[in-house]
């Protein structure tokens, strides 16, 4: 049972362009949610992170928007650059535990 | 000031043997919790160790344990191997005050033939 969805599956932008990762949840008992980018090699870095009682978070280039009502969160990369490739996985965080549930992850590729 | 730290970086064994995954944390954390990475997947949460103890536990059978050291390592141990416990086992540390701020080791490779 796949708590956490993410799509798409992979992405393929221009230098300068902006890249869109969308994510939806089933359940309502999550608390925070935050991106990370995986290097090929390396585990996932924290990249941004969200709580559910604010809509918008924006650091750098980064943003997510996320929609409570409609269980949906996104990120958006502004001016996407080639050294943004990578692996984008978003997650999700029980209530009250440290357990984070992933999603499928989104391949990012972005073209000079 | 290293990062979480993993050994071994790559493992090969054959079905039915045991193996042992080693993870040292952050400087300053003192939780560690274990994922299992398979290939073009998100990691899943296997457990959470904190004062020596699991504290929480994902959808992992018992073949599945662990160990965490009064200096805050931990070990991943798994029984019986199955081919389906081939994958990128990552450690990950924090701190019990910013539970958020979670960060990642770059993983062992387990091959299971």
């Known amino acids: 049972q796949q708590q956490v969805k993410q799509s798409p599956q992979s992405l393929i932008v221009q230098k300068g362009g902006i890249s869109i990762i969308n994510c939806a949840y089933e359940?309502?008992?999550?608390?925070?949610f935050p991106w990370y980018q995986q290097f090929p090699g390396k585990g996932p870095a924290l990249l941004i992170a969200?709580?559910?009682?604010?809509s918008e978070k924006k650091e750098g280039r980064f943003t997510i928007s996320f929609n409570k009502s409609a269980k949906q969160f996104s990120l958006h990369i502004m001016d996407s650059q080639p050294g943004d490739s990578a692996t984008y996985f978003c997650?999700?965080?029980?209530?009250?535990?440290?357990?984070?549930?992933f999603g499928t992850g989104t391949r990012l590729q972005v073209f000079p | 000031d290293a990062g979480v730290t993993q050994s071994p970086t790559h493992l090969i064994k054959t079905r039915g043997q045991q193996v042992t995954l080693r993870c040292s944390p952050k400087?300053?954390?003192?939780?560690v919790s274990w994922y299992q990475q398979a290939l073009g997947q998100g990691p899943q949460f296997i457990f959470q160790?904190?004062?020596?103890?699991?504290?929480q536990r994902g959808n992992f059978p018992d073949r599945f344990s662990g160990h965490q050291y009064p200096n805050y390592s931990s070990e991943l141990n798994v029984n019986a191997l199955l081919l389906g416990d081939s994958a990128l086992y990552l450690c990950?540390?924090?701190?019990?005050?910013?539970?958020?701020?979670?960060?990642f080791g770059s993983g062992t490779q387990l091959s299971v033939l």
């Open positions: 969200i709580r559910p009682d604010v």
């Open positions: 160790y904190y004062e020596e103890e699991e504290r």
């Open positions: 990950a540390s924090s701190f019990q005050g910013p539970r958020e701020k979670l960060f």
């Open positions: 359940n309502t008992a999550f608390d925070y």
């Open positions: 997650a999700a965080r029980k209530y009250n535990t440290d357990k984070l549930i």
């Open positions: 400087s300053g954390h003192d939780t």
